[in-house]
């Protein structure tokens, strides 16, 4: 039976070979911005959550170290304590008296002395601040730690003098320079490594008494 020239009759064509390739390219162009900020999303977060965490490593070891200091040289009772027992750039060795009993008890001869002497040092190989308390085993305080250091200073009416024997201490002033865990491929400077200055200064009211 043929078909006049009005005839209802339709013939459905395909998809030619240059319109499939076209929808492929565009698809794969897609696809390929997708992935992109998906990439560059994941690179911003993983930063952002190292940055953070490398922030509380810091503001935690310096809240602890700052309560502790203050309270060097507590003695309720008078006795013999010596409130710094010593010091350095990247050391310091302090003393309270904190069951009022008049002195601080000697390593292993009492449950004080697992709080009465703290002993504060910087491990600048392993970059790390390390933590003792009393006879106790030395434990991690803060890692990536790229630099550390205290500075002691004598009363306020010395004009702020650099203290220069553990008497004569009266303020305590701890910087450090916090480090990411891990590099960010995205930061050129510093080898990738983000980096956070934090410091504080302590006046431990007990050293003037």
Do not use: H
Not at 51 to 65: F, K, P, S, T
């Amino acid at each position: 039976m043929l078909f006049g020239a009005n005839s209802n009759a339709r013939i459905d064509r395909g998809f030619t070979l240059i319109e499939l390739m076209v929808s492929i390219a565009l698809g794969l162009v897609v696809l390929a911005s997708v992935a992109t900020t998906f990439t560059s999303q994941t690179r911003a977060y993983s930063a952002q959550e190292q940055i953070n965490q490398m922030e509380q490593n810091l503001r935690g070891a310096l809240d602890i170290m700052s309560r502790e200091i203050m309270m060097a040289g507590y003695k309720p009772n008078g006795g013999t304590v010596n409130g710094i027992v010593s010091y350095s750039s990247t050391g310091l060795t302090i003393q309270a008296d904190i069951d009022g009993s008049g002195a601080v008890l000697a390593a292993g001869t009492g449950s004080s002395t697992a709080y009465e002497q703290i002993v504060y040092a910087y491990d600048s190989a392993n970059k790390k601040i390390t933590r003792q308390v009393g006879d106790g085993a030395v434990t991690t305080l803060a890692e990536n730690i790229s630099a550390f250091s205290f500075t002691f200073y004598q009363s306020q009416s010395s004009g702020g003098a650099v203290a220069t024997s553990a008497a004569n201490i009266r303020q305590i002033k701890i910087s450090m320079t916090g480090q990411t865990a891990k590099p960010d491929p995205g930061y050129t400077l510093n080898g990738g490594y983000r980096t956070v200055d934090l410091s504080a200064t302590i006046t431990p009211i007990n050293l003037s008494l």
